[in-house]
């Protein structure tokens, strides 16, 4: 089993709507999760981060973490054709220290 | 602060030859990372080091693969011999602390093609 999984897609939507992306973890120890967006080519760069159960919010996007259920999720609101990107989920765990990534869900927003 | 520097940006080796992967993290960073990207298998964690120490190196495929940093500013990634399944987007990064609530900072990688 994999640390971090993620559904590869591709994923569609169209401008406007909401995205919705998900991820799961194995080690129920785990305390902080991340998720990362990579443009084809590009290197990964952060935009959410999250460390408690709940809700996070940061403009367009929502984070949303269950770790009773072990799944952490990506909202993007109002996506735009500038949200196409590979979407990485990645945790820190508590077995080993490691930060594992997923192997990420491509999102396509039609214009 | 100009980032994680990795060179070079592209290498085309054939089978057999040694490739020298490198990278400068961000200055005051005691955490850097090696990963290697394929279509396949996504983005897999290679080695880590902290404080210029290898902490985990289980993610390295083979002997033919290995890591050093002899400073806090320097990082090799090597292979020796390359193989063709050795073709991938190899990743560098640093981070503050690997719990921070922070980020790791990903250099803009190395595309290797081994033929």
Redesign the interface.
Known sequence: QKEVEQNSGPLSVPEGAIASLNCTYSDRGSQSFFWYRQYSGKSPELIMSIYSNGDKEDGRFTAQLNKASQYVSLLIRDSQPSDSATYLCAVITNTGNQFYFGTGTSLTVIP | DAGVIQSPRHEVTEMGQEVTLRCKPISGHDYL?W?RQTMM?????LI?FNNNVP??DSGMPEDRFSAKMPNASFSTLKIQPSEPRDSAVY?CASSLA??K????N????TRLTVV
């Open positions: 990372f990963y298998r996504g983005l897999e964690l880590y902490i985990d990743f690997i719990k609530p922070g980020q790791a990903f250099g803009s990688g």
